[in-house]
């Protein structure tokens, strides 16, 4: 069968876009399917697809394209309901990309996976072929214009699925009499490439938009209640969106800055569910749990709000995870509590969650689907096929009509990393480059006083080469280097970041010289290694607010402050001056200060300054830069957020009418490096 998926974006992140991934990756090993992006935005998925599932851009956005300029985009779709909620993303440009696809490609099944591009579907498809619905949403997140504009024209297609028979007798009753079949087939979520979680890891792990209706507020809430009797427990928050500034707002006001921490968006995601051992989920609805199966078959337990319309399928409760009232903050901390305080329980509850979501596997989904095209493929869809064509070479005809419909041919390689027994292992599959490789290159970028490349020898074979370097020796000068991989010629080809399981690089021992190697993705996909070395560091734990101090608490890797006092120097970048606090420690390697936030602020010269930390033993030690390096992330200065505090300057009431008191803030920050510093800012009021 020739297969046409039409997804709005598929070159974003999304839980549609990966189940659609994810069916089309499976159903591809039969037949011919091709995912149709209505938009294109950028110049690759951010998203793996592998290359025999083709993918079509309709309308291109990328900055300086001809569609970004034409002005049928500015004039609003008169096919897609105005209540829809992506219709200010439609127009008479898409309208007539859809309709020229929809009327020339030689498909015989084509789905849509919302309720715009099903309305397409059944309006636009061509007669004779299969049309299939897909719905992702709630019933109830649909506005009542939108469910008119379904009974209205979904009896024009083949069949309806659901993610949810909740959502599927949902949509039965929406659509009413004279409806097509309507039936519920699971989203699919593939075995996962990391080994599962070991359950042994004190981190809880919420993933998803970062929307309202996801609650992220109800577990950030949760976990300041779970914290006063587990403080050694914390919670990685990734994801994206409008809720992030409110979200890291509420987490600076309830003093979670050390225990609750928003990671930023990460694809794919199991690398990351493998690093926890508890998975949250608290949203106020789910049309299905994307995030839920997930983390499931990664061997993690979920507790889950039991919100309509997903997670009571997917959860058996008590057996896999748990389910908890919507809405109820105390409900979520106690069955968080359980998990954590009962490591027997936590144990078992993943290993069955792994078990038993192996349901979603991708082959039977696809098999269901496949199921359900074969009943409705007509005769008329039947005369349509010849052997001679495929989408791709459909495509080929349509190119004076649709742009990019010819797929780019990737030539990058791709590499995995995986941490194990002290080592990264980079992974390179072969397929498109030279038979013989010789040496992974690592190459310094921008390393003052370093240019040349370090290499390490390639073993394997065509198929898959692989090359290993310590993660905790000092191979590489410390700052950041680029990968690649070279052949015979020396020829080099940099390597684009796969799936990078570094788990095994948080927290664990150190010693003095102090190295740490961490692969990471870059921001253009491709991967790199930042490394630190140092002979000795000193390790960032958390920092406190008190009413007149800031308190940083941390250690001195492999060292001790015997006798002397650890004391704490604050360096001003800019015009160099140094403020000293002396602190406290047990004799080891551990220090605590606190920081008079008035004395920063009466040494302040200039309307926003930079004050580096460093400990010492004793006021004539060597500096020791304090730093926070012993976890797995690499852009901490943006994961390790630390809220301000305010210090109001002395002023003479008399003047203040005239001259507004100052308002200086003290916020405490890791650097690119990953150092830890003060701003010390003003701003009028």
Not at 32 to 41: A, N
């Amino acid at each position: 069968m020739r297969i046409a998926i039409l997804v709005h974006n598929v070159y974003g992140v999304g839980g549609t876009n990966r189940t659609v991934i994810n069916l089309a990756t499976e159903l591809s090993k039969r037949h011919d399917v091709e995912i149709v992006s209505v938009l294109r935005r950028l110049d690759r998925p951010m998203m793996e697809i592998p290359s025999r599932v083709s993918v079509v851009g309709l309308v291109d956005l990328r900055r300086g394209t001809a569609d970004s300029k034409d002005p049928r985009g500015r004039e609003m779709s008169e096919l897609v309901p105005v209540e829809e909620e992506f219709y200010r993303f439609y127009s008479r440009l898409t309208d007539e990309r859809v309709g020229e696809y929809l009327r020339r490609t030689p498909y015989d099944v084509v789905a849509g996976t919302r309720s715009a591009l099903n309305l397409y579907v059944a309006r636009l498809g061509r007669p004779g072929s299969v049309r299939i619905a897909q719905e992702h949403m709630t019933q109830d997140m649909i506005p009542a214009s939108v469910h008119e504009q379904m009974r209205a024209h979904y009896p024009a297609l083949s069949a309806v699925t659901a993610v949810t028979e909740a959502d599927a007798a949902a949509v039965r009753e929406v659509l009413g009499a004279g409806a097509p079949p309507v039936l519920a087939i699971p989203n699919s979520v593939p075995e996962p490439h990391v080994t599962p979680a070991r359950g042994d890891r004190k981190i809880v792990v919420a993933a998803g938009r970062l929307h309202p209706i996801k609650r992220y507020d109800l577990l950030v809430r949760a976990f300041a209640k779970v914290i006063t009797e587990r403080p050694d427990w914390t919670l990685r928050i990734y994801g994206t969106g409008g809720e992030s500034r409110p979200l890291g707002v509420l987490i600076g006001d309830l003093g979670l800055q050390n225990h609750v921490f928003r990671m930023g968006g990460y694809a794919p995601l199991e690398a990351e569910w493998v690093k926890g051992s508890i998975a949250a989920v608290t949203s106020d609805q789910e049309s299905f749990g994307m995030t839920i199966v997930e983390a499931m078959r990664c061997g993690l337990p979920v507790v889950s709000t039991a919100c309509p319309v997903g997670p009571a399928e997917i959860i058996d409760d008590g057996v896999d995870g748990l389910l908890v009232p919507t809405g109820d903050i105390d409900a979520i901390a106690a069955a968080l509590l359980r998990l954590m305080n009962d490591d027997a329980l936590r144990v078992r509850l993943g290993a069955a969650a792994r078990e038993n979501a192996r349901r979603y596997d991708p082959e039977p989904v696809a098999a269901r689907y496949e199921e359900l095209f074969q009943q409705h493929l007509t005769a008329g869809a039947s005369r349509l096929r010849a052997p001679a064509h495929t989408l791709r070479s459909g495509g080929r005809a349509l190119m004076r009509i649709l742009p990019d419909l010819r797929p780019r041919k990737e030539t990058t390689p791709v590499a995995a990393c995986r941490v194990e027994n002290g080592h990264v292992v980079v992974t390179v599959a072969g397929a498109g480059l030279p038979r013989h490789l010789t040496d992974l290159v690592c190459r310094p970028r921008r390393i003052e006083g370093v240019r040349k490349a370090v290499r390490f020898p390639l073993g394997g074979d065509p198929a898959q080469w692989t090359a290993s370097f310590p993660a905790a020796s000092p191979v590489f000068a410390e700052g950041r280097w680029d990968l690649y991989v070279a052949d015979r010629r020396d020829g080099l080809h940099r390597l684009r970041a796969g799936l990078l399981d570094t788990r095994e690089l948080i927290g664990g021992g150190a010693s003095a010289p102090f190295t740490r190697n961490v692969p990471y993705e870059t921001k253009d996909k491709f991967l790199a290694v930042a490394a630190w070395t140092r002979d000795e560091h000193a390790e960032l734990h958390q920092i406190w607010y008190g009413l007149e101090t800031i308190t940083v608490t941390g250690r001195v890797v492999a060292g001790s402050f015997g006798d002397t006092t650890p004391v704490l120097t604050l360096s001003r970048r800019e015009r160099p001056e140094t403020v000293t606090v002396a602190g406290t420690s047990d004799g080891d390697g551990r220090f605590a200060f606190d920081v008079p936030v008035d004395r920063l602020a009466a040494a302040r010269l200039l309307r926003y300054e930079d004050w580096d930390a460093s400990v010492s033993r004793g006021v004539d030690g060597t500096p020791i830069p304090i730093a926070r390096l012993m976890d797995d992330v690499v852009e901490r200065k943006r994961t390790y957020v630390y809220p301000s505090v305010r210090v109001d300057e002395e002023q003479p009431p008399e003047l203040y009418e005239e001259t507004p008191m100052a308002e200086v803030r003290i916020t405490p920050y890791l650097t690119i490096q990953s150092g830890l510093s003060f701003v010390v800012s003003d701003r009028q009021p």
